[in-house]
């Protein structure tokens, strides 16, 4: 039975990939930031002993050898999957709030890795399309965006809004993960996940709606009636399902010809106003809710719309994608023990 160090394990993505590794047999330490979280963890797997399923906690990922403790274990850690790294915009400083924890972080749990864990061969760590696409260029129809391609954002624009931090935050940490590789050359292959905006149900305990994951706050404020005279504009229009991006990280550990790899990772393209068509069409209770039928907004580019290349990880990591109308159902069904 492999042993998996799993950071950030109350985040949308990583209960996911947690759900993943315990189904297919892993022993999964994973760290929190509170011993509250570790709780509301545990209490979702009441069958699995600590054997199977044990935590650390890491308060603050930006601290210098934040990690160190955590990577120790017995018995000792085959592979680590770094999923911990912040997504939101409830940002007053963009240095403090998305550069440090999401540079340092990723940085950090590598040093730790090398420092204190020799017997771990692999290391997948969950980037992000923001490190992909070229905001600058708008929607772009005429390009076909691959693992070759990097997002040119530089430092000084990271002030310039609150988006531009956040992308640049991703592209930052994984720039520096291969860095880390190219220049150490440590005791383990690296494989990162660049997903775009990740859709799905939501298995953790949220508390309340407010606390939802920025991707599917979308989904929420429409189920919640905020969008009944227009459907917002879109963000992105690339998607994957949580759990499909979840399986990708698992297979990155398990696929020997994943090492050493970049992986672009989405399930095709969307729209807003298809969310609502799905919603209205399997939901009827919220139709009241919803954007009446030909409201404005919501659709896709009129200019036309950047392509994506999914071969690579569809090829390597041998993997299927789920339909947009099966994750928008169940990400509102997930939603219904809050307020809807």
């Not at 494989?191 to 706050?217: E, M, R, Y």
Request: aromatic share 8%; proline share 6%; glycine share 6%.
């Amino acid at each position: 039975m492999k042993r998996v160090l799993l950071t950030g394990g109350s985040g949308f993505i990583a209960t996911h990939v947690l759900d993943q590794l315990i189904q297919r047999g892993y022993s999964v330490v994973t760290t929190v930031r509170s011993a509250a979280k570790a709780n509301k963890i545990r209490a979702a797997y009441p069958t699995i002993g600590t054997d199977r399923l044990d935590f650390a906690i890491v308060e603050d990922i930006a601290l210098e050898d934040a990690f160190d403790d955590a990577v120790t274990s017995s018995p000792p850690f085959d592979a680590v999957i770094h999923t911990a790294s912040p997504f939101h915009f409830n940002v007053t400083n963009v240095q403090r709030d998305l550069l440090d924890p999401a540079i340092k972080g990723t940085t950090g749990v590598l040093q730790s890795i090398v420092k204190n864990a020799p017997t771990v061969k692999r290391v997948v760590i969950t980037s992000s399309f923001a490190s992909i696409v070229n905001p600058f260029k708008g929607s772009w129809p005429e390009h076909t965006y691959t693992e070759e391609d990097w997002n040119p954002v530089t430092l000084q624009q990271t002030s310039e809004n609150i988006a531009n931090g956040y992308r640049a935050s991703k592209t930052f940490a994984e720039r520096a993960a291969w860095e880390f590789m190219q220049q150490e050359s440590p005791h383990f292959s690296l494989t990162t996940l660049c997903p775009p905006l990740v859709l799905g149900p939501v298995i953790s305990h949220l508390g309340s709606l407010d606390n939802l994951n920025t991707s599917n706050q979308v989904i929420r404020d429409l189920v919640q009636g905020k969008h009944k005279d227009k459907v917002p504009d879109n963000a992105t229009f690339t998607w994957v399902d949580v759990r499909d991006l979840a399986l990708c990280h698992v297979l990155a550990l398990e696929k020997p010809e994943a090492a050493n790899q970049r992986f672009l990772v989405s399930a095709g393209f969307f729209c807003n106003g298809e969310l609502v068509d799905i919603m209205r069409k399997e939901h009827d209770r919220l139709r009241d809710l919803l954007p009446a039928e030909g409201s404005p907004g919501g659709g896709y580019p009129e200019d036309g719309l950047y392509k994506v290349d999914n071969s690579k990880v569809v090829k390597i990591l041998d993997v299927s994608w789920r339909k947009l109308p099966d994750t928008v159902t169940d990400t509102v069904n997930s939603l219904q023990q809050f307020v809807l």
